[in-house]
């Protein structure tokens, strides 16, 4: 009995897919998502093999396991296709996504309506910016809320002399 050799997944190319695939996304909005420059996502999607650490943040950026990336070559499907048996709050039965080799899917629907990924991409990006900035702030706050009490400390010690 001869096992059929598993052929090589590009790493490198499921990314530049998915990327492409969810509305012609740049390298330089994928690195921004991601934390690299454009330059590294173009050198990254020359790579046949790239590590889980790596492709892992790829994998959660588009809703995939890092299984599904790592193991399969993706292949993204144009129209809706794929029906599951979810039942959502309004009886509705539907979802639509991106079906892999092994027959594994990515949902894009909640209920009846289809979220673009690019737009929950980008929604995420400014989520994060938006809580690096809240927490600035705070810092901000509380760093001039400690300098007050220094202050108040010193003014207080000095009066003692």
């Keep these: 009995m001869t096992v059929a050799a598993k052929p090589k997944v590009h790493h490198g190319r499921n990314i530049m897919r998915l990327r ?8 330089d909005a ?15 999607e020359d790579l046949e093999h790239i590590e889980d650490d790596v492709l892992v943040k790829f994998a959660k950026l588009f809703g995939y396991t890092l299984e599904d990336i790592r193991d399969n070559e993706v ?3 144009a129209k809706p ?3 599951n048996n979810n039942t959502f709050e309004d009886g509705s039965v539907s979802s639509v996504g991106n079906t892999f080799e092994n027959g594994s899917t990515n949902n894009l629907v909640s209920g009846d309506q289809i979220n673009n990924p690019l737009d929950e991409v980008l929604k995420l990006c400014k989520e994060k910016e938006t809580l690096f ?3 600035l702030k705070n810092e901000q706050e509380r760093n001039t809320y400690l300098i007050k009490l220094f202050e108040d400390i010193d003014r207080r010690l000095g009066s003692k002399r």
């Design 20 to 27: 492409e695939g969810f509305n012609r996304m740049t390298q």
């Design 30 to 44: 994928l690195g921004q998502c991601v934390g690299y420059s454009q330059s590294q996502i173009s050198k990254l």
């Design 75 to 77: 292949t993204l499907v």
């Design 81 to 83: 296709m794929t029906v």
């Design 133 to 135: 900035e809240q927490m």
